[in-house]
């Protein structure tokens, strides 16, 4: 009895680190996500599915060390829930060229990389920006719902299934963010039915 809640619990505890999936910048990066210089530019990450990053540094960085030494922070301190952010012609101040990358750090420690974009192009002023359907959107899926039964002996029965979808929207957020906890604690209290029944 005693190895069957250790295993539910590891179970619970593998759910939990799953929700908390990793940080993913979903643009620029890529042949088809590109920025244009001395332009407006956005960058979009997957906010709901992390919310382990509550905020990070945002720095440019170049494959070419002789176009950018190391990468250069453009945002200080960027809240993660914000999902994308506008970048001035103030902060995008590199050259036209290839192998750019976006990379979001710790606001205290700039070397600990939360996540780094696809390596991408800026291209000239004056250059079409990327078609809005190249960015990808945020989703993910988890399970949702549980039945149990129990009765004097000692077998129990439980499954679990559901979906959620979340998408990269700010005007979605906390109800994306409502949903994913959601089928977090019902994936819970489903294997906790499994453990109890």
């Not at 905020?55 to 809240?79: K, R, S, Y």
């Not at 036209?96 to 002023?125: C, H, M, R």
């Not at 979605?172 to 604690?185: D, I, M, N, Q």
Request: with cysteine.
């Amino acid at each position: 009895m005693f190895s069957s809640r250790l295993a539910v619990s590891a179970t619970l505890a593998a759910l939990a680190s799953t929700a908390a999936a990793d940080l993913t910048i979903l643009a620029p990066g890529g042949p088809n996500l590109w920025w244009v210089a001395n332009s407006i530019n956005t960058i979009a990450w997957t906010c709901h599915e992390n919310t382990e990053f509550l905020n990070f540094t945002v720095l440019v960085g170049n494959t070419n060390q002789a176009v950018l030494v190391q990468p250069q922070p453009i945002i200080a301190i960027e809240n993660n829930f914000d999902c994308s952010k506008s970048i001035t012609t103030q902060q995008e101040i590199f050259a036209a060229g290839d192998g750019y990358f976006i990379q979001l750090a710790n606001p205290l420690n700039n070397t600990q990389v939360y996540a780094q974009s696809q390596n991408f192009e800026i291209k000239p002023l004056g250059s079409a920006y990327p078609a809005t359907s190249a960015t990808p959107t945020e989703s993910a899926s988890s399970t949702g719902s549980s039945t149990g039964s129990g009765s004097g002996s000692p077998t129990a029965s439980g499954s679990g299934s559901g979906a959620a979808a979340q998408t990269s929207q700010p005007s979605s957020g906390s109800s994306s963010s409502t949903a994913s906890l959601v089928s977090v604690f019902a994936a819970a209290a489903g294997a906790l039915g499994l453990l109890f029944a």
